[in-house]
């Protein structure tokens, strides 16, 4: 049974930082990528980030610029989300997914498994 498990959140002003780990269990293989997405009330999902399950291939949504690093750590089965120079409009409930693939998609439909959300406030 597959298990993901975020934490890292909290509530911030504007220009500060935050770091998102998503801890995962369950897996036989490190042959899975991830994603954060994030999602504000009333809207769909929004694509964050992706890598890939050997960590080499990383995306971020044209938003993010410069100013979010997606990390992994095989040994530890823990997916990172480093988050700088916050911005009111990155308030949202931020979740990490997962699928047995070695390429992340960007689509949540792509995603089998998901955590049960982190909720991130910037001031």
């Known amino acids: 049974h597959v298990q993901l498990v975020e934490s890292g959140g909290g509530s911030v002003e504007a220009g500060g930082s935050l770091r998102l780990s998503c801890a995962t269990s369950?897996?036989?293989?490190?042959?899975?990528?991830m994603a954060w997405f994030r999602q504000t009330p009333g809207k769909e999902l929004e694509w964050v980030s992706g890598?890939?399950?050997?960590?080499?291939?990383?995306h971020y949504g044209d938003f993010v610029k410069g100013r979010f690093t997606i990390s992994r750590d095989n040994a530890k089965s823990t997916v990172y989300l480093q988050m700088n120079s916050l911005k009111p409009e990155d308030t949202a409930m931020y979740y990490c997914a997962a699928e047995e693939s070695s390429l992340a998609g960007v689509w949540p439909s792509e995603f089998a498994a998901w955590g049960q959300g982190t909720q991130v406030t910037v001031s």
């Open positions: 890598i890939s399950s050997d960590g080499r291939n990383v």
């Open positions: 369950g897996y036989t293989s490190t042959t899975y990528c």
